[in-house]
């Protein structure tokens, strides 16, 4: 099978290749260090499976993967982190992913995780409470999204300290749109100050940027 591997420490990139390449039906056939990266690729090749970084810089894991799905429905996308925390998850799941895995997870659990979602099985790793996938398949504990798909890349990018030109030349807006769209997302989530946007898209799990 054909996998891709997302995430933006090349380190950790390097140990999982070396673990999966150790499978003969197992191929890495790219790796991206951030979300958008990784969108593009997929415009590109078409993987089996993507193990992807939850929070990574630029486009998080969340909504590269609701993008890639978007086109590409048939793609089984692991999320990869070291949260254990039901936003993350949720995040993940709500975007299409078929897994998630911890990043301190060994090699037998990733070749798990991957042989799972392979057969159209949901995998959640074993270090988190197993119940929650079972509310998320009912449908409960699934909290509404107040941001389009839009306003959440924009607010990555603030949080990550971009201009409006630097988001707009990103996105392909104008800078006078990216500014709408920071002036809707404050008006939504009530909060005016770079300070409150940031610390509000770290806890949204939209930035690899820590607390």
């Given at each position: 099978?054909?996998?891709?591997?997302?995430?933006?420490?090349?380190?950790?990139?390097?140990?999982?290749?070396?673990?999966?390449?150790?499978?003969?039906?197992?191929?890495?056939i790219a790796e991206a260090s951030n979300?958008?990266?990784?969108?593009?690729?997929?415009?590109?090749?078409?993987?089996?499976?993507?193990?992807?970084?939850?929070?990574?810089?630029?486009?998080?894991?969340?909504?590269?993967?609701?993008?890639?799905?978007?086109?590409?429905?048939?793609?089984?996308?692991?999320?990869?982190?070291?949260?254990?925390?039901?936003?993350?998850?949720?995040?993940?799941?709500?975007?299409?992913?078929?897994?998630?895995?911890?990043?301190?997870?060994?090699?037998?659990?990733?070749?798990?995780?991957?042989?799972?979602?392979?057969?159209?099985?949901?995998?959640?790793?074993?270090?988190?409470?197993?119940?929650?996938?079972?509310?998320?398949?009912?449908?409960?504990?699934?909290?509404?999204?107040?941001?389009?798909?839009?306003?959440?890349?924009?607010?990555?990018?603030i949080a990550e300290g971009k201009s409006?030109?630097?988001?707009?030349?990103?996105?392909?807006?104008?800078?006078?749109?990216?500014?709408?769209?920071?002036?809707?997302?404050?008006?939504?989530?009530?909060?005016?100050?770079?300070?409150?946007?940031?610390?509000?898209?770290i806890q949204k799990g939209l930035t690899?940027?820590?607390?």
């Amino acid at each position: 099978m054909k996998i891709i591997l997302a995430d933006d420490h090349k380190l950790l990139r390097d140990g999982l290749k070396n673990i999966i390449e150790q499978r003969s039906n197992m191929q890495i056939i790219a790796e991206a260090s951030n979300g958008r990266e990784v969108v593009k690729l997929c415009t590109k090749i078409t993987p089996d499976v993507i193990i992807m970084d939850v929070s990574m810089p630029d486009l998080n894991g969340v909504e590269a993967a609701r993008q890639i799905l978007k086109s590409s429905p048939e793609i089984k996308i692991i999320g990869l982190s070291m949260h254990s925390s039901k936003q993350f998850i949720r995040g993940m799941f709500k975007a299409g992913a078929f897994g998630y895995l911890l990043k301190d997870g060994d090699s037998d659990e990733l070749i798990t995780a991957i042989t799972t979602v392979m057969q159209h099985k949901r995998y959640l790793s074993k270090g988190v409470n197993q119940d929650f996938l079972n509310l998320f398949k009912k449908g409960e504990g699934i909290e509404k999204e107040p941001l389009s798909t839009r306003e959440k890349e924009v607010l990555q990018l603030i949080a990550e300290g971009k201009s409006s030109k630097i988001i707009g030349e990103k996105l392909f807006l104008s800078s006078k749109t990216v500014d709408v769209h920071r002036n809707n997302i404050m008006k939504k989530i009530d909060l005016y100050t770079i300070p409150e946007l940031t610390k509000y898209a770290i806890q949204k799990g939209l930035t690899s940027l820590e607390l």
